[in-house]
């Protein structure tokens, strides 16, 4: 719950920022040059000297800098958060109608979960361009693998209870994975 409230406190602190930095400045002391675009603008005297370290450009007496190429990427980089963002898949928590927990559906189209707990996924790009690829690698990608401890948890938080249960198909070709003999957590049956 208070993860929630902090991340929606932050998104509209990002919104906010992304609509300050379309805004046009209202005192000509803030900008350089009122016919340059937003991404020349400068907002303070020791901003321009860190600029112009940074750039290799040295800086005037009355502490302005001549627009150069790296200058206007470092604005355009710090004034847009959305390029600094990361994607997420995240979980929800409490849907609207019930209040229950959802599955995120990605993981179901992408990875099946084992009787015994583990994940498997297929390798990407394993369709892609096959007339240039070896037979060996062919069949490499024919292949699962299993993901590691840490994905395998996340995974299971990101599924419900319903896609945890083992399920029973007829002909089901990942019936001998779905137990794990060797491995004293997941043993069934005893040693001899």
Do not use: C
């Amino acid at each position: 719950m208070i993860r929630n409230i902090a991340s929606l406190a932050v998104r509209q602190m990002v919104q906010t920022r992304t609509f300050a930095s379309r805004m046009q400045p209202v005192g000509s002391s803030l900008a350089l040059n009122t016919s340059r675009t937003f991404s020349t603008f400068l907002r303070s005297a020791e901003a321009s000297s860190l600029r112009s370290t940074i750039a290799g450009t040295p800086s005037s007496p009355a502490g302005l800098i001549k627009p150069v190429a790296a200058v206007r990427l470092l604005d355009a980089v710090a004034s847009s958060p959305l390029l600094q963002t990361q994607p997420s898949r995240t979980v929800i928590k409490f849907s609207l109608r019930k209040g229950k927990r959802k599955t995120v559906k990605a993981v179901i189209k992408r990875f099946k979960r084992l009787d015994w707990g583990g994940w498997i996924r297929t390798l990407s790009g394993r369709h892609k361009k096959m007339w240039r690829k070896k037979a060996n690698r062919k069949r490499r990608l024919r292949q699962h693998v299993l993901v590691n401890a840490t994905q395998s948890t996340l995974l299971d938080k990101m599924v419900t209870k319903y896609w945890k249960r083992p399920r029973y198909y007829i002909n089901d070709p990942y019936t001998p994975y779905h137990t794990r003999e060797e491995f004293v957590y997941t043993r069934r049956k005893p040693l001899k």
